[in-house]
């Protein structure tokens, strides 16, 4: 439906064309919005959204951008600024530890998510703010 109206409009403002996306253009943007529907429905799927799945659903969610940024030329650029946005919130989750401690405390995760996924100073700061605790 969207390519529809999108296609629509571009054959109304010829000078617009050099901007249209072929199909498997088409096809690797669903897939990039799958990716954030993906992360959206991690916390709305939930009766009570649990603090414990942000950190890990958004990681998902930028390590398939950034592989994605890779791999589709066509699509990096306007990838990569999403990713900005990204990264800058992202980088918001260092400026509170609620986000480690909810993932310490619950039974299933404790530090195995951030022991897996994070690199070294990170994995020092998270366990430094849980024996500040």
Do not use: C
């Not at 659903?57 to 930028?62: D, I, S, Y």
């Not at 589709?72 to 480690?100: C, M, R, W």
Request: net charge neutral; aromatic share 12%; no cysteine.
């Amino acid at each position: 439906p969207l390519t529809k109206a999108i296609k629509g409009t571009i054959s109304e403002f010829k000078d617009m064309k050099k901007f249209a996306l072929t199909l498997d253009e088409w096809d690797k943007v669903d897939g990039m919005i799958k990716y954030l529907h993906e992360v959206q429905m991690v916390m709305a799927n939930q009766k009570l959204p649990i603090l414990v799945a942000a950190i890990p659903a958004f990681e998902r969610f930028m390590s398939k951008w950034e592989y994605a940024a890779k791999h589709y030329n066509e699509l990096s650029e306007p990838i990569d600024a999403g990713l900005v946005i990204a990264y800058k919130y992202y980088s918001q989750f260092d400026d509170t530890g609620a986000y480690v401690v909810a993932m310490f405390i619950h039974p299933a995760i404790k530090l195995t998510h951030i022991k897996k996924e994070w690199d070294a100073p990170y994995i020092v700061k998270a366990k430094q703010l849980i024996k500040d605790i």
